[in-house]
């Protein structure tokens, strides 16, 4: 509970002063700063999970060929 009382003293704190129309504007622009790194960051995982799915296949394949 504490830490709950503190956060909302906190954003209290922020709306008392006007500052968080600027902290919120950086925080946007990190938000879509770490999408963008979570999107790339998902297909490469999807290609290396692909690779790594496909290439004991594509290796008997190419054996038998």
Do not use: C
């Not at 938000?31 to 995982?45: N, P, T, Y």
């Amino acid at each position: 509970m504490s830490g709950v009382n503190e956060l909302f003293q906190n954003i209290r704190f922020l709306k008392f002063y006007g500052w968080d129309n600027r902290w919120a504007h950086k925080v946007n622009e990190l938000r879509e700063l770490e999408l963008a790194w979570r999107v790339k960051e998902g297909i490469v995982d999807t290609l290396i999970s692909f690779i790594w799915t496909w290439i004991p296949s594509a290796t008997a394949l190419f054996a038998f060929m």
